[in-house]
């Protein structure tokens, strides 16, 4: 299993640019969301889905688009990027089993500039 | 809204000492909480899980414990090693099971 991949692990972006960050699970997970870590802020949670075709707000969604067409993906798409958006992004998924831990990808590093 | 507090918010150890890293959250109503390690540039590595039913998880030197009535979590690392050196994260999961509240983090040093 490649587990949680993210594409791709460095952007840079001009403001006002719109972008698609890729996200992909290959263990049949159901719920699958988008975090943001910034300094000193910790990790926030962008968007979540429960499964494919249901998608949720999370804490800090402004700015940011998703959509589950299939249980592997979950892209984010920013869709007028601003300097607020400089960031390291977080996908992270895991199965619906209570016990079941949460798995995280590496990470894409966006700057806006 | 749910909050965690992560304290201390940095640490520097001498090689082989215990330590305890302490977690606190402000909603008693958590599913489980589950700690995290994460290294420099790197993404999240899953330490241990506690169920909201349990009182406390072990994974080799790492040992968590639970406390939903005080709303508190601690990990204990036993023996440190340089190799502890790292970020270490608290979250808990909110409603429905679908949500972490993550904390803003414990970084150790842990020196030779």
């Known amino acids: 299993n490649a587990g949680v991949t993210q594409t791709p692990k460095f952007q840079v972006l001009k403001t006002g640019q719109s972008m698609t960050l890729q996200c992909a699970q290959d263990?049949?997970?159901?719920?699958m969301s988008w975090y943001r870590q910034d300094p000193g802020m910790g990790l926030r949670l962008i968007h979540y889905s429960v499964g494919a075709g249901i998608t949720d707000q999370g804490e800090v969604p402004n700015g940011y688009n998703v959509s589950r067409s299939t249980t592997e993906d979950f892209p984010l798409r920013l869709l007028s990027a601003a300097p607020s958006q400089t960031s390291v992004y977080f996908c992270a998924s895991r199965s619906g089993a209570v016990a079941d831990t949460q798995y995280f990808g590496p990470g894409t590093r966006l700057t806006v500039l | 809204k749910q909050e965690v507090t992560q304290i201390p918010a940095a640490l520097s150890v001498p090689e082989g000492e215990n330590l305890v890293l302490n977690c606190s959250f402000t909603d008693s109503a958590i599913y489980n909480l589950q700690w995290f390690r994460q290294d420099p540039g790197k993404g999240l590595t899953s330490l241990l899980l506690i169920q909201s039913s349990q009182r406390e998880q072990t994974s080799g030197r790492l040992n968590a414990s639970l406390d939903k009535s005080s709303g508190r979590s601690t990990l204990y690392i036993a023996a440190s090693q340089p190799g502890d050196s790292a970020t270490y994260l608290c979250a808990v999961w909110g409603s429905g099971y679908s949500t972490l509240t993550f904390g803003k983090g414990t970084m150790l040093l842990v020196s030779p």
């Open positions: 263990m049949n997970h159901e719920y």
